[in-house]
C-alpha cells in the first residue's frame, strides 16, 4: 500500500511559469515531509522541508504548502527554469519512533525553454 | 564537504554472483539506508541500520542482506544476483530525530546479466 502518492509521473512547463507538483499522503501520523530533485545518473539532492505545525515554507523560488486535513502538500517552483528539470520525490516521516522517510514514486519535471 | 559515497557509479554482474554495494558516510549519522530507484515505483526502501552490527528489514529484503560492522560503512549483499535486481541503488544516511532528512550517495546503477 503506498502511503505517499504523486499521481503525477510528469509535467511540462514554460521557462518563467509556474511548476507546481503534487504529493497526497494516507498516514495522519506523517508530521515531517522533505522534497528532493534527483538528476539522472545522481544521488537525490535535498530541496525543501515542511514540518506539520506549519502550512508553508518557502526558500528562494521554492514554496512547500501543506494542507493537513486534506493530507497533501505541494511545491511551487516560481519562476521556473530548465535547471529545475529532473525528478522531485516528496518523501514523509513520523517522529514518533522512527527516523525513516517514505517516498513518493517521483514526478519527472520539465520546463522548456 | 559531508558525504556520502558509494563505491561505485556502474557495475555489471552475471547472474548467480554475489555482489557487495559499499557505502561510507563521514558526517557520524547514526542511521543508514539502502534503496533502490525503479521508473514508476520511486526509491523503495531494502535496509536499513541505526547503529553498528543493527539492521532491520525494510519495504522489500527479499535477495538482499546488510553488514554494518562500523559506524560509517554500510555494505548491501546480494547474494545471488538475479535480473530483477538490475536497478540504481541508493545509499543514505541522517542523524536520528525530528527534521532530519537524509544525505543520498550518487549511486550506484547495477546491471546484471
Known amino acids: 500500500d503506498q502511503q505517499v502518492k504523486q499521481n503525477s509521473p510528469s509535467l511540462s512547463v514554460q521557462e518563467g511559469r509556474i511548476s507546481i507538483l503534487n504529493c497526497d499522503y494516507t498516514n495522519s501520523m506523517f508530521d515531517y515531509f522533505l522534497w528532493y530533485k534527483k538528476y539522472p545518473a545522481e544521488g537525490p539532492t535535498f530541496l525543501i522541508s515542511i514540518s506539520s505545525i506549519k502550512d508553508k515554507n518557502e526558500d528562494g523560488r521554492f514554496t512547500v504548502f501543506l494542507n493537513k486535513s486534506a493530507k497533501h502538500l505541494s511545491l511551487h517552483i516560481v519562476p521556473s527554469q530548465p535547471g529545475d528539470s529532473a525528478v522531485y520525490f516528496c518523501a514523509a516521516s513520523a517522529a514518533s519512533g522512527t527516523y525513516k522517510y517514505i517516498f513518493g514514486t517521483g514526478t519527472r519535471l520539465k520546463v522548456l525553454a | ?113
Not at chain 2, 556502474?10 to 543508514?32: A, I, P, S
Not at chain 2, 560509517?72 to 545471488?80: D, H, M, N, P, Q
Request: with cysteine; hydrophobic share 30%.
Open chain 2, 1 to 113: 564537504d559531508v558525504k556520502v559515497t558509494q563505491s561505485s557509479r556502474y557495475l555489471v554482474k552475471r547472474t548467480g554472483e554475489k555482489v557487495f554495494l559499499e557505502c561510507v558516510q563521514d558526517m557520524d549519522h547514526e542511521n543508514m539506508f539502502w534503496y533502490r530507484q525503479d521508473p514508476g515505483l520511486g526509491l523503495r526502501l531494502i535496509y536499513f541500520s541505526y547503529d553498528v552490527k543493527m539492521k532491520e528489514k525494510g519495504d522489500i529484503p527479499e535477495g538482499y542482506s546488510v553488514s554494518r560492522e562500523k559506524k560509517e560503512r554500510f555494505s548491501l549483499i546480494l547474494e545471488s544476483a538475479s535480473t530483477n535486481q538490475t536497478s540504481m541503488y541508493l545509499c543514505a544516511s541522517s542523524l536520528t530525530g525530528t527534521g532530519y532528512g537524509y544525505t543520498f550517495g550518487s549511486g550506484t546503477r547495477l546491471t546484471v546479466v
